[in-house]
């Protein structure tokens, strides 16, 4: 039994919900009340001293950073139909995961905390930021989405589940980056049972 410390609104740890539940991988989620600051208490540090969701545990193993614990689930359980095994589609998986985490995360924080968690901290200049940033990566997404149905073939992978959970995360915020290819692939992402199942009742 996998326990994954967990907070609805955070697109990092939904994306390990999607695959634990796309691979029906038995699962227990600690609720980590991050509203109340829970992510900042001691003992949730000394579990992951980064102060984030999610954190995986797995017996002895105690793992943080998202798309390393969606790798791990995927290679300890052999599901090469959601992370490849041939080396050139891998690549592309991981490409998509790191851009991801690198070039999209940072503008969807940016816009979507800005916007409906900073509270009396809301940052202007950083949803400017980050509205300039997503107009620049849209196009990007939109053409790889132009070639196949998901990221990276005709079916998805952790790469589609994580840039998705940050999709969702945009929508909080009532921000649709633009692109006919991203609206259809979104919502064939929506029509995947698992991923639904990730997303918080709202
Ligand atoms: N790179 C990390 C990012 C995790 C992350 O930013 N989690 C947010 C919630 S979505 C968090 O816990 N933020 C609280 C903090 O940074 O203090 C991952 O992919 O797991």
């Not at 692109?179 to 009742?201: C, D």
């Amino acid at each position: 039994m996998y326990l994954l410390y967990h907070f609805p609104y955070s697109q990092h740890a939904r994306r390990v919900v999607s695959l634990l539940e796309a691979a029906n991988l038995p699962y227990e989620l600690r609720h980590v009340d991050m509203a109340k600051g829970a992510h900042l208490s001691a003992d949730y540090l000394a579990i992951n001293p980064n102060h984030q969701v999610p954190t995986l545990i797995d017996g002895d193993l105690v793992l943080h950073e998202s798309n390393a614990i969606l790798r791990y689930l995927c290679f300890k359980h052999g599901l090469t139909e959601w992370y490849p095994a041939d080396p050139k589609h891998r690549a592309r998986v991981d490409q998509w995961l790191d851009w991801n985490q690198s070039r999209l995360s940072p503008a969807v924080i940016d816009i979507v905390f800005n916007t409906l968690f900073a509270g009396a901290r809301r940052d202007e200049q950083a949803i400017a930021r980050g509205e300039a940033k997503l107009r620049e990566l849209s196009p990007i997404l939109d053409a790889a989405l132009a070639a196949h149905a998901y990221l990276t073939g005709p079916k998805p992978t952790i790469a589609d589940l994580s840039v998705a959970s940050n999709l969702f995360q945009l929508g909080l915020a009532k921000t649709t980056p633009p692109g006919a290819n991203i609206v259809a692939w979104y919502q064939r992402m929506g029509a995947i049972e698992a991923f639904r199942k990730s997303l918080p009742s709202t």
